[in-house]
């Protein structure tokens, strides 16, 4: 088994973490200090600028530290930046089903995503330090995403309804809760109690989604690296451009019919990779490209059949996105 190396110096990791403090502090802090409902076009320009930020970050790797860091930081932030497209599903399937108004969606997210952020990192740390040890997991970490992406492909047509999940029985049951909106508060008052709002429900269902989808992407990127450094970076510039990812697609997720199929050809595809590692040597640039090919074709194939569809009137609840009256 060939030594743990790393591009990341203490250099490095201090003045990453510095920029995501320092960009999350302006996110909540100035532009969204005050509670909207986030707009197309401001998705869109968020969107334009994390990916921005993550090609950037990548360029600047590969003039540092060659084209074989480069590559993996690329093809890493795809697996990442994919397989959260998996985490909008359910987080519209959340705010739909529990009535979340659109003008407290990007609250939920961010404390979503701020713990996210924290949990990922430790499972980043842990696996690594895991792999070093036993390098054996490395094949158990293969097979599961094989078994994953299988899963995935079967259940690919299946609705998912979180909000009647045993976890939701299970906090109604332990954290007393109301129905009733208090603004953007995830506590309030009610006739003496404290008591739990909808965001805080909301809250805990999307923190719980994202661990579950951290258990497929995580190991997943180890098949590309085991760089902790190129792992965590690659992670969290996914996560900081999954809120404004999923302003700009939650309204059109239906028409990605197709996504999951493509997922689940990546899931199995780097399963296999992360399981033949020590007897199939995959150039990272083959793998960028597999990987590519199949989310591009799978995202082409929705298109077109979302084209030939005829036009339909949205399901109810749908508008739970665009209306923030539902309070």
């Known amino acids: 088994m060939e030594p743990l190396q790393t591009v990341g110096s203490p250099v490095l990791w201090g003045g990453f973490i510095a920029f995501v403090i320092a960009m999350l502090a302006l996110d909540l802090g100035v532009f969204h200090r005050k509670a909207h409902t986030v707009s197309f076009k401001e998705a869109l320009g968020w969107s334009t600028v994390w990916i921005s930020l993550a090609l950037l970050f990548n360029a600047g790797l590969w003039w540092k530290f060659g084209g074989k860091p480069g590559l993996e930081f690329l093809t890493g932030y795809l697996i990442e930046k994919s397989l959260s497209v998996d985490n909008i599903f359910v987080f519209v399937v959340i705010f739909s089903a529990m009535r979340i108004p659109a003008l407290y969606q990007h609250r939920v997210l961010f404390w979503g995503i701020l713990s996210a952020l924290v949990l990922r990192a430790i499972m980043i740390f842990a696996g690594v330090a895991m792999l070093e040890r036993f390098h054996w997991l490395i094949y158990v970490f293969g097979a599961f995403l094989i078994i994953t992406g299988l899963k ?87 996560i900081l451009g999954l809120r404004s990812l999923f302003f700009l697609l939650a309204g059109a997720v239906e028409k990605f019919s197709y996504l999951k199929v493509g997922l689940s050809g990546v899931l199995v595809f780097v399963g296999a990779k992360m399981a033949l590692i020590d007897f199939v040597k995959i150039h990272p640039a083959v793998s960028l490209g597999v990987i590519a090919t199949l989310l591009g074709a799978s995202i082409v194939a929705s298109l077109i ?23």
Do not use: C, Y
């Not at 030939?308 to 749908?318: D, M, Q, S, W």
């Open 152 to 238: 995935l492909f079967v259940q690919r047509n299946k609705e998912d309804h979180p909000e009647d999940g045993w976890m939701m029985r299970m906090l109604r049951k332990s954290i007393p809760s109301t129905t009733r909106f208090d603004g953007h508060h995830f506590f309030t008052m009610e006739n003496g109690r404290r008591l739990a709002t909808p965001l805080l429900m909301a809250l805990i269902l999307v923190e719980a989604s994202d661990i579950l989808f951290a258990l497929d992407s995580i190991p997943a990127i180890f098949a590309v690296t085991r760089d902790p450094f190129i792992v965590f970076t690659s992670n969290i510039f996914a």
């Open 305 to 327: 059949k979302a084209k030939n569809l005829p036009p339909h009137t949205p399901e109810a609840g749908g508008d739970t996105l665009v209306k923030p009256s539902e309070s």
